[in-house]
């Protein structure tokens, strides 16, 4: 069974960091883009950030310049490095794969989601 597993989650002081990584087991993870995605409470599930297997990435308006997202497809791992931390970060984020050519924009699988949670 493909599985995705987060980590990293917490509570933190605005200002602060945390990295999150995500783990992906039975997954082609080299064919996969890789989404981080949070739902804040009162608010629709957005894309944070996301990176295509051969690189690219693009990030949400919000966190350009503070999160960054990086893989090693080597372990299966995807990483989301979040600095400069604000209350309105504060969400359950989600680790998600989607598969390239597929011609489909929805995500195939999902993780059990993290808390942050961004004090001030």
């Known amino acids: 069974q493909a599985q995705l597993v987060e980590s990293g989650g917490g509570l933190v002081q605005a200002g602060g960091s945390l990295r999150l990584s995500c783990a992906a087991s039975n997954v082609p993870f080299g064919r996969y883009t890789m989404g981080w995605f949070r739902r804040a409470p009162g608010k629709e599930r957005e894309l944070v950030a996301a990176?295509?297997?051969?690189?690219?990435?693009n990030y949400a308006t919000s966190v350009k310049g503070r999160f960054t997202i990086a893989r090693v497809n080597a372990n299966n791992t995807v990483y989301l490095q979040m600095n400069s931390l604000k209350p309105e970060d504060t969400a359950v984020y989600y680790c998600?794969?989607?598969?390239?050519?597929?011609?489909?924009?929805?995500?195939?699988?999902w993780g059990q989601g993290t808390q942050v949670t961004v004090s001030s």
């Open positions: 998600a794969a989607r598969l390239e050519g597929s011609g489909r924009l929805q995500y195939d699988y």
């Open positions: 990176s295509w297997a051969f690189g690219t990435t």
